[in-house]
């Protein structure tokens, strides 16, 4: 099955510092990826949808000057979260639509745990 | 609005079978997924169906009715591994996944 990685696995940072988080589909190319937020005991949230070479569209809510999204190619999209602050402490999970796919399935990455103290 | 249901929690014993609906409400509909996440780690996919009926694959299943907007998931010879939130997830007219808040499953020896 198709393989999506992120990194890095876990981070903690200090309060106003930036953060980058890089999400990676590995053994195929994904025209469309996608950032999602969780918080302890509830579902996945979605932050934004990242299309390759262009940009992208943020859910309402979400600051798209605090997490920035760049789809720079098929199989690699960033999120940077800026200025971040405890309140930011999540669990940040990617996912990969793999193009031309039978029924746009998702395949997600491993999430990255940000703790900001 | 759009709007996906599904139990908050359910309890179940080793080696028995569970149900785990799920209803929606969704703008269109072009399938729905049913995805496992354990605790502390990303979901997985388990199951989609976009015509109705029964879809089996191993010890799980899941079933979907368009015309109720209903769906379940069922797990036969639980097992302890099986312990782990259930999402339920729709796509909508434009291909956007809709999800639920995901059914905690407690299994008991």
């Known amino acids: 099955g198709a393989v999506v990685s992120q990194h890095p696995s876990w981070v903690i940072c200090k309060s106003g510092t930036s953060v980058k988080i890089e999400c990676r589909s590995l053994?195929?190319?994904?025209?469309?990826m996608f950032w999602y937020r969780q918080f302890p005991k509830q579902s996945l949230m979605l932050m934004a949808t990242?299309?390759?070479?262009?940009?992208?569209?943020?859910e309402q809510g979400v600051e798209k000057d605090k997490f920035l999204i760049n789809h720079a190619s098929l199989t690699l999209s960033t999120l940077t979260v800026t200025s971040a602050h405890p309140e930011d402490s999540s669990f940040y999970i990617c996912?990969?639509?793999?193009?031309?796919?039978?029924?746009?399935?998702?395949?997600f990455g491993p999430g990255t745990r940000l703790t900001v103290l | 609005g759009q709007n996906i249901d599904q139990p908050t929690e359910m309890t179940a014993t080793e080696g028995a079978i569970v149900q785990i609906n799920c209803t929606y409400q969704?703008?269109?509909?072009?399938?729905l997924f049913w995805y496992q996440q354990h605790a502390g780690e990303a979901p997985t996919f388990l199951s989609y169906n976009v015509l109705d009926g029964l879809e089996e694959k191993g010890r799980f299943s899941s079933f979907l009715s368009r015309s109720k907007g209903y769906s379940y998931l069922l797990l036969k010879e639980l097992q302890m591994k099986d312990s782990a939130s259930y999402l339920c997830a729709v796509t909508d007219s434009n291909y956007q996944l809709i999800w639920g808040a995901g059914t905690k499953l407690i299994i008991k020896p």
């Open positions: 990242s299309n390759e070479g262009s940009k992208a569209t943020y």
């Open positions: 053994d195929f190319q994904a025209t469309t």
């Open positions: 969704t703008s269109g509909f072009n399938g």
């Open positions: 996912s990969a639509r793999v193009s031309g796919g039978d029924y746009n399935e998702q395949f």
